[in-house]
């Protein structure tokens, strides 16, 4: 119950330090400090619009830029990848259907054992060998 | 008189309630943006005058001084004028400002991150700090808030100083509300932690 109670979190900041908090980021009041800063951004976008001011890129810009190239890239890739996923299946499917339908190979290995029997005279086996070997 | 200068009433300011009212977009912000796409630059004029104080706490919450807050604003406003014919008129302009600002905050925030908790860990090592103790809580506050990651600290300034929504501060740093919550949760133990270790 103890974790349960652990993973839930509260909204109830420590009013003390919120206090300190707003104290830090406490906004200018002064109205004439925010004439001032309207001025200065609607001068920075007159200049823009008289391509006195660029902006410098920035990373989520840069991202941006890249993402529809990176997503075409990661497009091929991904259909590069299937198509040879495919393929091999396609090769090891045709292995195990040619496997399977096809009769088994018998090899005849040259010098193929030949089978001695014994001869039906009631000689031994022994005898039998010794004579094959000395007819070869 | 500037050129761009709006010629909306004087007290034509921003509301933060009615700012962050999610959903409903206010019939001057309407006007202001419609006046805005159709290139007439009082529109655009009008729309800095109504979202500028929202949009410099948002930016405030993220970056490190006032100074650097200012840059993000003016940069976050010029790069909303440049891509306001991507604007959906639906939405409110605001939550997408406040997106593009917070963009450009963290961006600033990350290039001059290392200097900056270098410079705020050489003033709290100093033996001459103000010897108030108000100030030293604050240097000691803000050497802590340095220490944070961009997001947690962003998290917990909007959330406890500027009282955003998890959903809205979600929305602005591009992550769950869910997400946003448990940041928070999360910033806000580790600033405990950071300030008790600098009291030791």
Same mark, same amino acid.
């Given at each position: 119950m103890d974790d349960r109670n652990d993973l839930r979190l509260t909204d109830e900041g420590d009013p003390k330090l919120t206090g300190m908090l707003r104290d830090v980021y406490a906004a200018p009041r002064d109205g004439a400090y925010w004439d001032g800063l309207e001025t200065r951004i609607l001068s920075l976008i007159a200049a823009s619009r008289m391509g006195i001011v660029q902006l410098q890129p920035n990373w989520w810009s840069v991202?941006?830029?890249?993402?529809?190239?990176? !997503?075409?890239?990661?497009? !091929?890739?991904?259909?590069?990848?299937?198509?040879? !996923?495919s393929r091999e299946n396609a090769a090891e499917l045709q292995t195990t259907y040619e496997e399977t339908t096809e009769p088994p190979v018998v090899d005849v290995l040259p010098g193929a054992v030949h089978v001695v029997t014994a001869p039906s005279d009631g000689s031994s086996q022994r005898e039998a060998t010794f004579r094959y070997v000395l007819s070869h | 008189m500037h050129p761009l200068r709006p010629t909306v009433p004087s007290d034509f300011r921003s509301d933060p309630q009615q700012l962050t009212a999610s959903g409903r977009i206010p019939d001057e912000e309407r006007e202001l943006v419609g006046l805005a796409l159709e290139g007439d630059s009082r529109g655009f004029a009008g729309l800095v005058r109504l979202h500028q104080r929202r949009a410099y706490a948002v930016a405030r919450a993220i970056v490190l001084s006032h100074e650097d807050a200012e840059d993000a604003v003016q940069d976050g406003f010029l790069r909303a004028y440049q891509a306001l014919d991507r604007f959906d008129p639906g939405q409110p302009f605001g939550?997408?400002?406040?997106?593009?600002?917070?963009?450009?905050?963290?961006?600033?925030?990350?290039?001059?991150?290392?200097?900056?908790?270098?410079?705020?860990?050489?003033?709290?090592?100093?033996?001459?700090?103000?010897?108030?103790?108000?100030?030293?809580?604050?240097?000691?506050?803000?050497?802590?808030?340095?220490?944070?990651?961009?997001?947690?600290?962003?998290?917990?300034?909007?959330?406890?100083?500027?009282?955003?929504?998890?959903?809205?501060?979600?929305?602005?740093?591009?992550?769950?509300?869910?997400?946003a919550r448990s940041d928070l949760h999360h910033a806000r133990q580790r600033l405990k932690q950071l300030l008790e270790n600098m009291k030791e």
């Open positions: 991202l941006g830029r890249w993402a529809a190239p990176g !997503l075409a890239a990661a497009g !091929l890739l991904f259909v590069a990848a299937g198509m040879v !996923l | 939550a997408w400002l406040n997106r593009i600002v917070a963009n450009a905050a963290l961006d600033l925030a990350r290039r001059k991150k290392v200097r900056t908790v270098e410079e705020l860990s050489d003033s709290i090592a100093s033996p001459f700090r103000d010897p108030a103790e108000d100030a030293e809580l604050r240097a000691r506050l803000k050497a802590a808030l340095a220490e944070l990651p961009e997001r947690s600290r962003a998290v917990i300034v909007l959330h406890d100083v500027e009282g955003f929504t998890h959903a809205e501060i979600g929305r602005m740093l591009g992550i769950p509300g869910g997400t």
